[in-house]
């Protein structure tokens, strides 16, 4: 029996180590993609707003465009700075 309850213990361990670190993996990456794409958002509203017809050109559309993948990126952004506050308190 004390056998029984310490492997599934160990186990619900190893279990929760693994899916931590894959969530942090998850959120390097969303953090990394986030910049990029700042970065990408940025350089494009630069060169849209130096053409004749911003909203006609590649630069324009991809300047709208971005926020469609930056707004859902900085709301796990957010919530993966709020999670590493709490834990520190």
């Known amino acids: 029996m004390i056998s029984t309850v310490s492997t599934v213990t160990t186990a619900a361990a190893s279990t929760a180590a ?6 942090s993996g998850v959120g390097v990456i969303a953090t990394i993609t986030l910049i990029a ?31 469609v ?3 859902p990126l900085l709301m796990v952004f957010v919530s993966i700075v709020v999670v590493k ?5």
């Not at 693994?18 to 969530?23: C, F, I, K, Q, Y």
């Not at 506050?85 to 308190?89: A, C, E, K, M």
Request: aromatic share 0%; net charge negative.
């Open 18 to 23: 693994t899916a931590t670190s894959l969530v």
């Open 69 to 71: 993948g930056i707004i």
């Open 85 to 89: 506050i709490l834990n520190v308190l």
């Open 37 to 67: 794409m700042l970065i990408t958002k940025e350089l494009a509203g630069v060169a849209a707003v130096n053409s004749s017809a911003p909203e006609l050109i590649l630069p324009g559309a991809l300047d709208r465009v971005l926020n």
